[in-house]
């Protein structure tokens, strides 16, 4: 099955600063990337997602990079901002219809 | 506000006993997943229905079984509970059962077993 891997675990960054998460994934057959941001005591918030056809997608301040050959994915976040401080989460999507694989998470502090 | 609604909040319950976990997608989504989140296993895929129907199954335990009905409101039911079913359970809804579609989260339910 598919296995999607994280880094780094932990993050910290100050407040203006730019922070970049990584994942990698196993399946060569996933076809779709999204991101995830958790707050304490509140379920996961779909932040950005990409498909396997395109190779960058940007949202005012959040970006993310596919590089199918690598099978590798990133999350950038610019100008970082206190309220962005939060448990992220990436995950993949292949064959099984709609079963998400989730990275392990990580811990973005931003420091004002 | 993610538009899906899940109940109860929290969830104290004794080693086994039986809980169901409610969940009611956002207005217009067919499809209903049931995740599991705990510290050692993170977030893991349980279960997902489509318009009534059981769609694809991850590793939810045979103690474990969930419903659609026709509202399109899910149920998941967790029997012979252990210490180590302690764990966030979150649903998340998308449109359709299409593999590119966007899934949405819930808050979750906290279920602890005493």
């Known amino acids: 099955g598919e296995n999607v891997e994280q880094h780094p675990s932990t993050l910290s960054v100050q407040e203006g600063d730019s922070a970049v998460i990584k994942c990698t994934y196993s399946?060569?057959?996933?076809?779709?990337f999204p991101w995830y941001k958790q707050e304490l005591g509140k379920g996961p918030q779909l932040i950005i997602d990409?498909?396997?056809?395109?190779g960058e997608k940007k949202d005012q301040r959040i970006a993310v990079t596919l590089n199918k050959t690598a099978k590798h994915f990133s999350l950038h976040i610019t100008e970082t901002q206190p309220e962005d401080s939060a448990v992220y989460f990436c995950?993949?999507?292949?064959?099984?219809?709609?079963?998400?694989?989730f990275g392990q998470g990580t811990i973005l502090t931003v420091h004002p | 506000d993610s538009g899906v609604t899940q109940t109860p909040k929290h969830l104290i319950t004794a080693t086994g006993q039986r809980v169901t976990l409610r969940c009611s997608p956002r207005?217009?989504?067919?499809?209903v997943y049931w995740y599991q989140q705990s510290l050692d296993q993170g977030l893991q895929f349980l279960i997902q229905?489509?318009?009534?129907?059981?769609?694809a199954k991850g590793n939810i335990l045979e103690r474990f079984s969930a419903q659609q009905f026709p509202d399109l409101h899910s149920e998941l039911n967790l029997s012979s509970l252990e210490l180590g079913d302690s764990a966030l359970y979150f649903c998340?809804?998308?449109?359709?059962?299409?593999?590119?579609?966007?899934?949405?989260f819930g808050d979750g339910t906290r279920l602890s077993i005493l």
């Open positions: 998340a809804s998308s449109v359709g059962a299409a593999s590119n579609q966007p899934q949405h």
């Open positions: 399946d060569s057959a996933s076809n779709y």
């Open positions: 990409i498909r396997s056809n395109v």
């Open positions: 995950a993949a999507r292949g064959t099984s219809y709609g079963k998400l694989t």
């Open positions: 207005s217009g989504d067919l499809s």
């Open positions: 229905y489509y318009n009534g129907e059981e769609r």
